[in-house]
């Protein structure tokens, strides 16, 4: 079985750092991109940030100098290391991964992890 399971969420004051973690587990062939999503209460899911396999990345403007995409191919595992954050930050991050498995290609979603920044 297929899962995602992220870690790193937590409150945090602004201007400070949190790092989050996603793990992929399970009979995976191969993962192409990888990314992070988030979700503020009263509005859509948005996009974070993504990673390419050769680790090209992409950012909105709202979190470009502030926010890093990692991946560790080897350990199936996306990270996003999050700095200067903003009130605005706080919001549920989900992490997506594109998988290739013996069955086919299938996007893939963590369970989500809860960032919260105040004072």
């Known amino acids: 079985q297929v899962q995602l399971v992220e870690s790193g969420g937590g409150l945090v004051q602004p201007g400070g750092s949190l790092r989050l973690s996603c793990a992929a587990s399970?009979?995976?062939?191969?993962?192409?991109?990888m990314g992070w999503y988030r979700q503020a209460p009263g509005k859509q899911r948005e996009l974070v940030a993504t990673?390419?396999?050769?680790?090209?990345?992409n950012y909105p403007d709202s979190v470009k100098g502030r926010f890093t995409i990692s991946r560790d191919n080897a350990k199936k595992t996306v990270y996003l290391q999050m700095n200067s954050l903003k009130p605005e930050d706080t919001a549920v991050y989900y992490c997506?991964?594109?998988?290739?498995?013996?069955?086919?290609?299938?996007?893939?979603w963590g369970q989500g992890t809860r960032v919260t920044v105040s004072s």
């Open positions: 997506n991964m594109h998988l290739t498995l013996r069955a086919g290609a299938f996007d893939y």
């Open positions: 399970g009979s995976i062939l191969s993962i192409y991109a």
């Open positions: 990673i390419t396999p050769e680790g090209s990345t």
